[in-house]
């Protein structure tokens, strides 16, 4: 595969997604429009790749010639030379609508134009380009590197052709790649979400502590982590920005974000990005 990949933000997902793509031998481009974005976004591939060769799972060469595939940009113009795109910006929906309009003028003519929402209707986003055959979502897991999964979402016009070249992407990238049907939440977040929000809620009324509500899910359902420590993995803010979509798409107020939930995103405990979520982090 000759592609040149395009990694629009520069955030956990982007440069995670970022990271294996170029160790997988593709030139990368990451485009966030945050310049501090960017260079925090380099630095974490750094020393993730550090890690592995710390682990023994890459040589030195590996390590410099996936950082010599990586280059960075504050402008989306640069999705011009490439011929994947991978949207990975903040988790909203008039955001990701404007960058796939600009991406319809920007972008070569046959190029994929995927997001890596967790929530976000395809089919609504392909609508903002006059090429919604080559929109889809390709959805990978967080951390990147570690998680074996991506779940690939057709919009309502995705074409054969766009699917077989991502789940192909996904499969180069040494992923699994799934497909979900676009509605909201596709099958992670629909399933994931809730149960992250009912965590929120025994917290709130007080049916356990944090740690007490997590360690309740991984001893007695073996969970690899408790609910509250994954909600900080994945932001609170990312979880509240998908049961809103949960909730505005679907209807039913089961979805309806847990009040702690908002009180903690409305304070600034973004979970570890932050430094502080449910729980406190040594750094951010
Ligand atoms: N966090 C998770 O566990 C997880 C898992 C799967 C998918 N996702 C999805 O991945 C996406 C990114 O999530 P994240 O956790 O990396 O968020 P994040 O907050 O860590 O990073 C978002 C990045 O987007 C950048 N950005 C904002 N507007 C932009 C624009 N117009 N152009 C370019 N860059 C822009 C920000 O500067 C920031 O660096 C969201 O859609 C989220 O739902 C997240």
Redesign the pocket.
Known sequence: MNDRIAV???????NGIAHVFAQSGFPVTI????AA?LA??VATIEKNLDRQLKKGSIDAATQSATLARIGTHTE?AAVAECTVII?????NVG??F??FSKLDALAADGSILA??????SITQIAARTRRPEQVIGM????PVPVMQLVEVIRGIATSDATTERTVALAKAVGKTPCEANDFPGFIANRILMPMINEAFYCLMEGVGTAESIDTVMKLGMNHPMGPLTLAD???L??CV??LDVLHKGIGDPKYRACPLLRKYVDAGW?GR?SGRGVYTYATA
């Open positions: 629009i933000g520069a955030g956990q997902m982007g485009i966030d429009v945050s974005a925090k976004g989306l949207e990975a910006a903040t988790e955001l990701k404007d960058i997001s890596n929402t967790s929530s976000i959805h990978f897991m967080n993995f994945i932001g803010d990312t920005a998908i973004l990005k």
